[in-house]
T-cell receptor, first 115, second 115 residues
Framework: AQKITQTQPGMFVQEKEAVTLDCTYDTSDPSYGLFWYKQPSSGEMIFLIYQGSYDQQNATEGRYSLNFQKARKSANLVISASQLGDSAMYFCAMVPKTSYDKVIFGPGTSLSVIP | ETGVTQSPTHLIKTRGQQVTLRCSSQSGHNTVSWYQQALGQGPQFIFQYYREEENGRGNFPPRFSGLQFPNYSSELNVNALELDDSALYLC??????????????FGPGTRLTVL
């Protein structure tokens, strides 16, 4: 079965510290895309970062980086220098290429940044 | 370049009624996907439209239907509303249907409450 697991329902981090949000996935498809989205309390899903299954380098976008370990099927999001505005729900998502029309989301992790 | 917009923002209906939600895709995008997000959960894929044709469907009953128009805007219709249909409905547009590589950009969502 194709599935995303996020084992941390809630996380706290001190402002200016780094934090890692865990994501593991399960798919038998050799080709897939991995995404992270941020959802503030307003509800809009904001795209953060993308990693392709065949990408050799870990993806980075500003303060966001993706720690991709293909053999372990994990795609953890690292946020450096946390800011108060980073407080939100974070969703990991996967799209296997064979079901390219169907995005599978994890249950999310709630991140709270403490001043 | 305008982002993804959705209307209405909030909606209250009663059981058995019908509802239509609307989405305008981002400029240059020809693919729209719809998601249902129940409170405290990750989004669930409903269906995708690519160039006015349904291009994939999740595990939702036929009373969930959609349309895409020549300008690539889209509607989600839900008939015979049930209490469990209460959720945030998210629309996402992308430049193509290959969502394993084409990043989706989400609208702010429509909050539907069924009484």
């Amino acid at each position: 079965a194709q599935k995303i697991t996020q084992t941390q329902p809630g996380m706290f981090v001190q402002e200016k510290e780094a934090v890692t949000l865990d994501c593991t996935y399960d798919t038998s498809d050799p080709s897939y895309g991995l995404f992270w989205y941020k959802q503030p309390s307003s509800g809009e899903m904001i795209f953060l970062i993308y990693q392709g299954s065949y990408d050799q380098q870990n993806a980075t976008e500003g303060r966001y980086s993706l720690n991709f370990q293909k053999a372990r099927k994990s795609a953890n999001l690292v946020i450096s220098a946390s800011q108060l505005g980073d407080s939100a729900m974070y969703f990991c998502a996967m799209v296997p290429k064979t079901s390219y029309d169907k995005v599978i989301f994890g249950p999310g992790t709630s991140l709270s940044v403490i001043p | 370049e305008t982002g993804v917009t959705q209307s209405p923002t909030h909606l209250i209906k009663t059981r058995g009624q019908q509802v239509t939600l609307r989405c305008s895709s981002q400029s240059g995008h020809n693919t729209v996907s719809w998601y249902q997000q129940a409170l405290g959960q990750g989004p669930q894929f409903i269906f995708q439209y690519y160039r006015e044709e349904e291009n994939g469907r999740g595990n939702f009953p036929p009373r969930f239907s959609g349309l895409q128009f020549p300008n690539y805007s889209s509607e989600l219709n839900v008939n015979a509303l049930e209490l469990d249909d209460s959720a945030l409905y998210l629309c996402a547009s992308s430049p193509g249907p290959q969502t394993s590589t084409d990043t989706q950009y989400f609208g702010p969502g429509t909050r539907l409450t069924v009484l």
